[in-house]
C-alpha cells in the first residue's frame, strides 16, 4: 500500500497539527510493515526537516499555493505516485484518484464560534461539512473528539478511528541540571513558577487563569510566578491586557515561542503546569508535563479526564475559584505534587508515537480495505 501525506504544516512553527504530523510521519518511517509512505510539501524542506523524514519519499510542488495547492497540486501528485490512500488534516481535495482519510484535531470552532474570527468560522463551517462527504475515515485523537465530530457532522461512528497522541522524543530523558540551570538563565527565572503552555486565544481559558492565580498569590502569599509559553493569536486583547496588569504587579511573565528542545527543562523546573483549557481535542501539554514528572493542573471537561486520567488535579475550567483553590493547594501540597508527579510519569509511558502509527496503520488498511471492496 502506497499512503501519500500532506507535510506542509511540517514547514511553519510548532503547533499542534505540526507536532502531530512530526511525530506521526517518523513513526511511521520506522514501522517496517511493508508500506510506503510519501510526504507532499508545496518548498524545498529545510535540512533539519529532510532528516527527520529519512526513510520516506518526499515530493515538493511549490505552486500553487494555499488551497489551490489542496484542490489542485494535491491530486495530480496523488494520481502521478499511483497512491492507495491519500492522508490530510481538516480539508479534503474535492476530486481525488484514491480514498482520502483526514485528521481531526478538535472541532471547537463549530462547538463554540465564539472563540473563533470572521474568518475561521466561515472558512471552516462552509468547507469541512462538504470535505467530510469526501473523506472515507477520520483519525481523531480522543474518545471525546472522535464523539463531538459523529454528533456534529452526523459522520458515521464506525469510520472514526480514534489515535491518540504522545509527547515526542525530547521527553524521553530527563533533564539535567545543566539543561535545567540553561533555562532559568535563558529565561531570567531566579525563583519558583508554575507554567501554561499554549498560545492565547479564547479557548485556552487564559483570561480566568491569569485572575485565578493573581488572587490565589495575593491571599495565600505563595512564591510562584506564573509564565505563560505560547503566542498571541487571536482575540486575546483581554488576556493582553489582564497580562500587562499582572506583569506590573510581579505576578506573571509572558516569555513567548519556546521551541522544543526547551520545553522538557521548562516543565522540569516547574513547580506544576496549568492547563485549565475550555476544549481540547487532546491536551498535549498534559502529557508533556507528566512525561517529565511535573504535576499537572486540568480541566474535567472535553478529552482532558480522558488524557490525564487520575493522573492530575482536574477543576471546572469555568470557576475561577475553583482554579484558584487548586493553584494554591500544589503550591503548599509537596506530598499532592509528589504523588502527581509519580503518577503522571507512569500515564505518560502509557501513549507512545509508535502505538499512534501502528493504530493510523490499521485505520489505513482499513479504509482501504472497506473502500476497495
Known amino acids: 500500500m502506497r499512503v501519500g501525506i500532506d507535510g506542509r504544516v511540517l514547514l511553519g512553527r510548532k503547533t499542534g497539527d505540526r507536532t502531530y504530523t512530526y511525530n506521526l510521519v517518523r513513526a511511521l518511517a520506522r514501522a517496517d510493515i511493508g508500506h510506503e509512505f510519501v510526504v507532499y510539501l508545496d518548498e524545498q524542506p529545510p535540512a533539519a526537516i529532510r532528516d527527520a523524514l529519512d526513510g520516506l519519499l518526499i515530493h515538493v510542488r511549490e505552486r500553487p499555493r494555499g488551497y489551490l495547492w489542496t484542490v489542485m497540486a494535491l491530486p495530480r501528485l496523488a494520481r502521478a505516485d499511483r497512491l492507495d490512500l491519500l492522508h490530510v488534516q481538516y480539508m479534503a481535495p474535492f476530486v481525488s484518484p484514491c480514498p482520502v482519510i483526514s485528521t481531526i484535531h478538535d472541532i471547537s470552532f463549530k462547538l463554540y464560534p465564539q472563540w473563533f474570527t470572521w474568518r475561521d468560522r466561515v472558512v471552516m463551517n462552509r468547507f469541512l ?188 475550567p469555568r470557576n475561577e475559584a475553583a482554579i484558584g483553590a487548586a493553584v494554591a493547594q500544589l503550591a503548599y501540597d509537596v506530598e499532592l505534587r509528589e504523588r502527581l508527579g509519580a503518577a503522571g510519569r507512569n500515564r505518560a509511558q502509557l501513549f507512545a508515537w509508535s502505538t499512534t502509527a501502528e493504530l493510523t496503520i490499521a485505520a489505513y488498511e482499513q479504509t482501504v480495505g472497506r473502500v476497495g471492496q
Not at 151 to 169: K, L, M, N, W
Not at 197 to 224: C, D, H, S, Y
Not at 228 to 237: D, E, H, I, M, S
Open 129 to 316: 461539512p462538504g470535505s467530510l462527504r469526501r473523506t472515507a475515515s477520520v483519525l481523531a485523537p480522543s474518545e471525546a473528539t472522535a464523539s463531538d465530530i459523529a454528533a456534529q457532522y452526523s459522520y458515521p461512528r464506525e469510520r472514526i478511528f480514534v489515535t491518540p497522541e504522545a509527547s515526542g522524543e525530547q521527553f524521553l530523558t530527563q533533564p539535567d541540571a545543566a539543561d535545567r540551570a540553561r533555562i532559568r538563565a535563558k529565561f531570567q527565572m531566579p525563583g519558583p513558577y508554575m507554567l501554561y503552555v499554549g498560545n492565547l486565544q479564547p479557548r485556552k481559558n487564559v483570561r480566568r487563569l491569569i485572575r485565578a492565580f493573581v488572587a490565589a498569590r495575593t491571599q495565600k502569599r505563595f512564591a510562584e510566578q506564573l509564565i505563560l509559553a505560547g503566542q498571541p493569536a487571536w482575540k486575546c486583547a483581554e488576556e493582553q491586557r489582564l497580562l500587562h496588569d499582572a506583569a506590573a504587579a510581579g505576578h506573571v511573565r509572558h516569555i513567548g515561542y519556546v521551541e522544543d528542545n526547551d520545553l522538557p527543562a521548562l516543565y522540569a523546573e516547574a513547580t506544576a503546569l496549568l492547563f485549565p483549557t475550555l476544549y481540547e481535542g487532546f491536551g498535549l501539554p498534559v502529557l508533556e508535563a507528566m512525561a517529565v514528572g511535573t504535576p499537572v493542573l486540568t480541566s474535567n471537561v472535553s478529552s482532558l479526564p480522558e488524557v490525564a486520567g487520575d493522573a492530575a488535579l482536574l477543576v471546572d
